[in-house]
């Protein structure tokens, strides 16, 4: 029982919305917000499952591995102090507490985890591009064309250009919609699987 | 072990050095390297080279702040030649939060000239729902735009006062980073079949190419990159011209590592034999 | 889908209100006495509903003025009127630009307004009035044509979806079909994929050097599909390493996938008989936001010194950051998802990329049930279909046959 | 910059070397910087979304505009708390299960409509005799040969294998064009910080 009622809640809210794409009205369209409505309350209620796992693992840390005290101690403080200084609605208002703590910590930190994609594009390309194999070779020798465009070489140049306009728009294109029908068709078994309960690992068992 | 195995497994950290320094260096100390100028780009600003004093041409500035880098120097480099020219410029926005930064490109370039809104240039402001105001601008502008950006109606301005749609002007150069640029070949284009170039963002690029071969679009500026070359083309300098040389240099050594990696990739195999 | 409708919606409304008030400040009214004849108006208008919606749209057409292209040649505009009553007030609703002959007019969903009957709503089921007339160019206004009575209906099937409809039909039927075959004992082939194959062996890679194997699900959301798949790909590590007694480290971003990452793994656990080495702790949330989870899994697999990491979900431009970081640390890496942006630098810097569609196919193949690889055989057959019929489509539309192009055209 | 903006930034660009100090190795700095943003990351969504989506779709319409069919996903909500309590913890399932179903219900057709048939669509334009004609063919043919490569129940051998290789090659060579593409943002981004920090310590320093 405990394991089947969630099934057919899965076979019955999939095949709803499956047949909700198919019908315009304006019935279908209250059932459509309503059940996207319904799946972001659920995610936002299921925070307190995140927050507590995060909470047990900072503090377990902070418990049994002294070397690790002090970072989890900044990990919490960092934590703590969001959620004092967010909790009035005003927070979310510029020039408060909470937003300089946003774009302060969160930004910057966040823009320079990105920039650091900059130096493993490069080491990647030194590893990476290696003409072993033909695959290998098409792969680096695409990717040296379509940088070689910001080079200025002459005449080089403009053929250098043309080419990589015809490989964008024909092999990169080409290369972009069949593995977008390949994913859909991927995706879409992969619905049915799930629809019809076949693949129900996700689910756990008693 | 020898050189060239070591060669290949040379610690990344000397890649991360090299490339810091190429970036580095160009970033603090601004100087500038020529630009590369591909057909696409050289066909918008021909087209807005041969035109006569006096033509209109419609500029649409439909990017959010987040491709402010990419885009707004486009829009600075474009309006610079326009009004070097003495065009007078139609410009509008479609996108939500482009009504300041289109305000502030305009407002910085037409003082450089001297120029006087309402009677060299004309800004319409933002409006919603770009399908829309791109179908109705081609009935006509009064229609979507009653008045312009700072409240004059359009039959009180000198330069509006007979351009009713899109054939009173010599073109449309919209500048995008979002789905407006598909507006503008479906309804604008689609039409009323005035002259249409593309400005976009360096990731949307191939997804233009193909209208420009089937000739959709006559131009299409691509990117900071095709910043820097409308830039080097009307002598404008600006933030295009000055990213050149560290994406130069960038690309230089990444390209450069990929060429010395397969050197000594073929050189140990040969050794291996 | 649907937010795109409803801003469709509200794009047509507000352009109509934007029209009503430049008419309002146009001067066209008021001229005095024209220099020049009026246009004639439009005629045999018709009102007819909008097809495929729920109900608050109907279509005006009609037929040209005669001045409109020939006559006299003065039409700029045409101007759609519309009103509950006969003799009830009439609200502009749309503008047309000459030339055209129809017109979607969209009213707005909302009966009242602030407590106000909504003028611009339009119900299903209710007669609308309509009249037309036609602008000049220069400003004048030929005589409204005759009143005309229509309906909005609301909808309950979409016709333009039927070809949607038939193929997922199709491809639903064969998924059955296929899984029904492979349980009465049909053997099934499948190519090898290198991704798949190296499973095996990098679990016992981790195993032999004693240290954890990473897994990360992406920063997708749980209900992503390749997210799913990812579920499908962890329980079969899990179950593996629960043989092996190798820990796996799970680290997510999303507490709903949290969830179902602990009820994975667990059921795994215990599907391999050993419930007593599932530790709870081994799957834990991390944070919501992209780049602090990368900076805290990238931590993690240095620290940990993770032997195998597995990247299976929706990443995105943190894929690179992480394939670059685990091989530092000298892991394995296999990795899949269904973003294609990241397939290349996965392509690149991992050890093994399940692409696109392989990484649907992986939780078939790493199980060889026949429930899961009949999906597999059914997938193909679709392929072969599509395959037909885009060459098809292709080859009879350059004759300008449309048929086989108007199966595989749907509703923009 | 005012003293305090002085302060935040010299946060913000101790931060930013923090995390750059990773290039290098591993190292506490970096620890520090990583941990704190995880914290702070999760305190400042937790607030987020309480302000916008808890308040939006779960206080608002309840208590103010009185839809009481809101009440029924903040109960299935609720299910997930279960998973504290080892005895209830199957009812989480039930709102799991709606969670997947919905999302599997809503993706399926979605899947079919843009990533198949638009797909398809928009590659149906008509060949001829020209290097724009020429071009669509190819297309026509590197999508073919791409779907030929996913086929996973025939072996790869003989034509349809030789289709297959040509179904990687362009799989490959469209890889190679993004991987070359990409590089452009990213120095951008990379050039973005420098010049941050650069700004700070003229303004710390004076230039």
Known sequence: MRRQIPLYIVLVSGIVFVIQFFIPSHESEFIFEYGQDWVMVIGILALPLGIWSYLRKTCLTAVKKPKERFFAGVSLFGFAIMMLTGLRRESLMAGSLYMDLFNYILVPIQATIFSLLAFYIASAAYRAFRARSVIATLLLGTAFIVMLRLIPLGPISDANQALVAWILSVPNMAAKRGLLIGIGLGAIATCIKIILGIERTYMGRD | MNFYEKMLNIDRRWIYLVLAIAVILPAVVSFYVPVNVT??????????????????????IDYDPASLAELHPMAYAILDQCFRKNLRPVV??????????????????????????????CYLGYKPYPAITIMLMGVDFRVPFPQDYYGTPLDSLPLMRYVHNFSDLSGVIDLTSGNTADFWIIYGYGRYFMPLALGVTGVMAADYYPYLQSGQIFGLISGIKGAAEYEALTGYKGEGLKSIPYQTASHVIILAFIIISNIGYFASRRREK | MNRFKIRLALLLISASVLLLFGYISSPGEELEAPPEPLPAPPTNVVIS?????????????????????????????????????PDGEFLQVGVMGKGLSSYVDRGEKEKTQNGEPNPRYIGAGIDYYYKMRAKSTTGTYSEFSELVVGQAKNNWYHTGKTNILVAVLVFSFLVVYFINAARKGK?????????????????GRATEMGRPILFVLGTGTAADLAT????????????????????????????????VAQETVKSAYLEAGRPDMYDEKNIFYVTAMQFPFVAAVCGLMLREETATNFYMGVFHAESLILAETGSISGAIQ???????????????????????????????????????????????????ILVVLLALAVITWSFGWGFFKSLISTIS | MT???????GLAAFLTLCIFSFLYKDNPFYKFAEQLVAGVALGYWTMLLYHTTFTDKVLFPIFQQGKLHYILPTIMGIMMWTRFSKKLAYLSRIAIAFYIGVGTGVGLPLYMYNYVFRQLQATVVPLNVSWLGFNSLLM????????????????????????????????????????????MGRVALLVQRIIFLREYFIALFGS
């Not at chain 3, 909008?50 to 040649?73: A, C, K, R, Y």
């Open chain 2, 92 to 121: 509008a926005t479609l996108s939500q939060f482009g009504a300041g930064m289109a305000e502030q490109a305009l407002a910085d370039v037409a003082s450089k000239y001297n120029k006087a809104s309402g009677i060299d240039y």
């Open chain 3, 334 to 384: 296999i990795s899949g998802t269904d973003q294609i942006a990241q397939l290349p630098f996965f392509v690149a810097a991992t050890d093994y990329t399940l692409i696109g569609e392989e990484l649907y196919a992986a939780s078939g193949y790493l199980s060889k049930e026949a429930l899961l690889l009949g999906p597999i055989k059914a997938q193909d057959y679709t392929k072969a």
């Open chain 4, 140 to 183: 026509v043919v590197f999508i073919i040969c791409t779907l030929i490569y996913f086929f996973f129940s025939k072996e790869h051998t003989g034509a349809f294998g030789g289709f297959s290789r040509v179904g990687i090659y362009t799989l490959m060579v469209g890889f190679g064009a993004s991987f070359g593409l990409t590089v």
């Open chain 4, 3 to 9: 003293t305090v903006e002085l302060l935040w930034n």
């Open chain 2, 39 to 60: 057909p696409e780009v050289r066909r918008v600003y021909d087209f807005i080279e041969d035109l006569e004093p006096g033509d209109k041409i419609y500029v649409g």
């Open chain 3, 228 to 259: 799913i798949a990812g579920y499908t790909i962890l329980a079969r590590v899990a179950k593996m390493t629960a043989d092996y007694q190798t820990k796996v480290l799970v680290p997510v971003n999303e507490p709903v996938m949290l969830a």
């Open chain 3, 187 to 203: 053997e099934l082939y499948v190519r090898p994929i290198a991704g798949i194959n190296a499973v095996d062996e990098s679990i």
């Open chain 3, 49 to 85: 509903d909008h097809p495929n919606d729920d109900g608050h749209t109907t279509i005006v057409s009609w037929q040209l003025s005669e001045d409109d292209g020939g006559g006299l040649n003065n039409v700029m505009a045409y101007e759609i009127y519309r009103s509950n009553a």
